[in-house]
């Protein structure tokens, strides 16, 4: 099995920054394509960025786009999410999944095959 472990979630002020690692194991991680989702209390889970196997390919929610940078490195087995200019509204918990098969286009919820448990964001006003 593939077991993915968040970090770096935590309390920050809007318009600060915090940086979210992901960190998987297994040998075949970079094969897979990786994406990052968010889910605040009473909310539905939605997507936040995703990357593909080799970095080649980003995609993102408008409601990030230009705020956050998602990037990995394959020989750490470690995929990022770099996230600037936080706003209050970007409180949840935050989860790193794993798609198997090729990036054809936006992920989803259903989409994934692996998740980790999460890591909390809490940006105040």
């Known amino acids: 099995q593939v077991q993915l472990v968040e970090s770096g979630g935590g309390l920050v002020q809007a318009g600060g920054s915090l940086r979210l690692s992901c960190a998987a194991s297994g040998r075949t991680f970079s094969t897979y394509s990786m994406a990052w989702f968010r889910q605040a209390p009473g909310k539905e889970r939605e997507f936040v960025a995703a990357i593909n196997w080799n970095g080649g390919i980003t995609r993102y929610a408008d409601s990030v786009k230009g705020r956050f940078t998602i990037s990995r490195d394959n020989a750490k087995n470690t995929v990022y999410l770099q996230m600037n200019i936080l706003k209050p509204e970007d409180t949840a918990v935050y989860y790193c999944?794993?798609?198997?098969?090729?990036?054809?286009?936006?992920?989803?919820?259903?989409?994934?095959?692996?998740w980790g448990k999460g890591t909390l964001v809490t940006v105040s006003s």
């Open positions: 999944a794993a798609h198997t098969q090729r990036m054809a286009g936006p992920l989803r919820p259903l989409d994934m095959n692996y």
